[in-house]
């Protein structure tokens, strides 16, 4: 079955430092696509980046890239020079691609961005 | 704004209540998405409506009855919930497969 882990329940960065939040995924389709969200304490999901199953880069969105590693399932997030706006929690989810298209998220990460 | 709307924002209600949810989405997608978010638990996937058909039902209690009366909008009608449904209830909408849009949620307290 399709599952989504993110194994990091909370993580610390200090300012305009980089960071990275974990996502494994398992999946037997040949075709999907992986998203992140960020959730502030607003409650919204907000959007940030996406890399499909047969993209060959990395794909990046200003401060944000996502380390795509095939053959590992991980699809881990970036989020260079680390603002205070950035804490929130962060969603991993992958969408199937077979017959409906359906989103499955992972538990998320609460990443806290110290001063 | 993402283009998706819900409301109320949130809402109390007894488990022998009535109610409903709604969401409105101005983005002409043709699917939408109703899910639950509890603490410390994954986003549920309750139910996926695509071109205003039911695709998908995740073996969700009958006390939630999901309607889509056009492809803008989506109701989630609850009756007689018990207290463990108490959570976020999120909508949203995509077109095609790409990104979803989600609306700001219904934050659910059942006494």
Redesign the interface.
Known sequence: AQK?TQTQPGMFVQEKEAVTLDCTYDTSDPSY?L?W?KQPS????I?LI?QGSYDQQNATEGRYSLNFQKARKSANLVISASQLGDSAMY?C?M?E?S??????????TRLKVLA | ETGVTQTPRHLVMGMTNKKSLKCEQHLGHNAMYWYKQSAKKPLELMFVYSLEERVENNSVPSRFSPECPNSSHLFLHLHTLQPEDSALYLCASSQGGEKLFFGSGTQLSVL
């Open positions: 989504i696509g998203f969200y607003s409650g919204e999901m959007f996406y969603f989810a969408r691609d017959g409906t298209y359906k989103y499955i998220f992972g538990t998320g």
